[in-house]
């Protein structure tokens, strides 16, 4: 008994020390958005780190700051009307891996930001004044892209950006106008990332969510609208992989895609459950997973995506780009995906972003979902399950045409960056599979609101396929299906089958 009532008075003292707050006001923080609060700030964590942790306070007011470090058994709590507000000025930020950000922790444990206040990077402000830095000759033009004309990803500002850390909680706080990504977790472990709200079309490169080579990853109840992919899976590391990610009842808005697995795949990804998720305004897909750096990608579960005004559903490719001279082409398999809703618009979905996605420098119709791997090396082993795609049709053959009698014609492409277009006009409206080993397709109803030239389905170079109760609706073409070097085919409508 005395035994049991030490340890908890150890834990109760512990959970005190914890708790203990420290307010940036008693450090010399003004918050009235113009003076420079960084060491202020900064002296904050320190103390509240030097006595063993607790709550690093952000009040009611707007703190300008460049950037900030956090330390083990910190929290960093912003209140309601609390603005951390970013600077503008680049040399106010420093990095602690490839590109600079706002707030930062490289092997710290024991971390948090929370609160109902706000992190402002001003992103947009920021980038223009590091692009104003290339025209008067203060940057190297390795830093500028002269064909985006725009500074580089590592010369813009990140939110957040974590190195190596373990035992992460961010909560409820809202992160708006990034220069660059809004926040990224690399080599981390145990991260919660619950309710918080992404509000960044400052500029481009927004991705909302960037988790790269984690572990035990929990990413729920979060609002994204960036200008750039929602959630995106990374993994950036040859010796590293992300493993046991979980992302559920998210809402995303995304000028480009809104879950994403890729497109650094160097160790790989395994293990991952994204369910009950709501994607709308989206321009490319509502859910992407790609391998093409050589990793592996494998045991992925998608349940309850429903997804409208979004320019495509379902993109899976691997492809092989060549990116670390130890690594050959990779491997994806053991892929489930159900309980599926996409409509895809005829115009582009993120018409009113203020950060669009680059518009196609070539004619094309509507893009079919598409299953893709390369030769010698098929997509293995993937169930798509109750599964609705609403289509707008109109694909006409005189705006693009890849006739049936030119399949051989289509790119292969594996080392393009990898995105449903990348193939250009494709021979199907539905779905588009090459290269595939073990595809069940199980309640699938695809739908045209208007004519299209092409056929629903196109299979080319594809084994071991099952089809189960697939519904067409609104094309009255007799063959939707069409076959060509496929092989053990099941499927329970032979009379819709041609074979090329």
């Known amino acids: 008994m005395r035994i049991i009532f030490f340890l908890f008075f150890i834990l109760l003292i512990s959970a005190t020390v ?23 700030i900064q002296k904050t964590i320190d103390i509240a780190n030097e006595k063993g942790g607790g709550r690093v306070i952000i009040p009611q007011g707007r703190f300008l700051s460049g950037s900030i470090y956090l330390k083990s058994n910190v929290e960093l709590h912003l209140e309601k009307n609390a603005v951390l507000l970013g600077s503008t000025n680049v040399e106010d930020y420093s990095k602690v891996r490839w590109w600079k950000a706002f707030i930062l922790a ?11 206040g706000e992190i402002d990077g001003q992103g947009r402000a920021l980038a223009l004044k590091v692009d104003s830095l290339f ?7 390795v830093n500028y892209s002269l064909s985006e004309r725009r500074p580089k990803e590592r010369m813009r500002t990140q939110l957040i950006d974590l190195l190596s850390c373990k035992n992460i909680t ?60 929602g959630i995106c899976i990374k993994s950036h590391s040859a010796k590293h992989f992300s493993d046991s990610i979980y992302i ?62 979004t320019g495509n559903a379902i993109f899976i490719r691997l492809g092989n780009r060549k990116r670390h001279p130890s690594k050959a082409a990779g491997t994806l398999k053991n892929i489930l995906i ?47 399950e109750n599964i609705e795609i609403i289509y707008p049709g109109r694909g006409n053959s005189g705006l693009a045409n890849t006739p049936l009698s030119r399949l051989d014609r289509i790119p292969e492409e594996e080392a393009k960056y990898p995105e449903f277009s990348m193939f250009g006009e494709l021979p199907a409206w539905g779905f588009y599979v090459r290269h595939v080993d073990g595809l069940t397709l199980k309640n699938i109803k695809l739908k045209i609101q208007f004519p299209d030239y092409r056929p629903a ?32 085919v099941k499927i329970d409508n032979e009379k819709a089958v041609e074979k090329l």
């Not at 420290?22 to 420079?36: E, H, Q, R, S, V």
């Not at 992407?288 to 309850?304: M, P, Q, S, T």
């Not at 159900?338 to 518009?359: H, L, M, Q, T």
């Open 170 to 229: 961010v909560k409820n706080v809202l992160l708006k106008n990034a220069a660059c990504w809004v926040q990224t977790y690399d080599k981390c472990e145990s991260i919660v990332i619950d309710s918080v709200r992404v509000e960044s079309d400052a500029y481009w490169n927004n991705d909302g969510i960037d988790i790269s080579d984690c572990k035990n990853v929990r990413i729920t109840n979060c609002i994204i609208n960036s200008s750039d992919d």
């Open 457 to 488: 389905l196109v299979f080319d170079d594809v084994k071991n396929v099952d089809i189960q109760n697939l519904s067409i609706e609104g094309d009255e073409k007799p063959k939707h299906i069409i076959l060509h070097d496929t092989s053990d």
């Open 248 to 309: 559920a009842n998210c809402t995303i808005r995304s000028s480009a895609s809104a879950i994403k697995l890729g497109t650094m795949s160097l160790g790989g990804f395994k293990n991952i459950t994204i369910e009950h998720i709501k994607v709308y305004d989206t321009f490319r897909s509502a859910i992407a997973i790609e391998c093409v750096d050589g990793g592996f990608l494998e045991n992925i579960v998608v349940d309850d995506i429903q997804a409208v005004n």
């Open 106 to 116: 490289k092997e710290q444990s024991n971390i948090s930001i929370t609160g109902r």
């Open 338 to 384: 159900k309980n599926i809703k996409v409509e895809v618009p005829f115009e582009r979905p993120d018409y009113e972003y203020e950060i669009r996605g680059p518009a196609l420098p070539f004619f094309h119709n509507i893009f079919p979902s598409s299953i893709t791997g390369i030769p010698g090396h098929p997509v293995e082993n993937v169930t798509l």
């Open 135 to 141: 025209y008067a000759g203060k940057m190297d033009s």
């Open 18 to 40: 914890l708790a203990q707050d420290y307010n940036i006001l008693d450090y010399g923080a003004i918050p009235d958005g113009k003076t420079m609060n960084t060491l202020s």
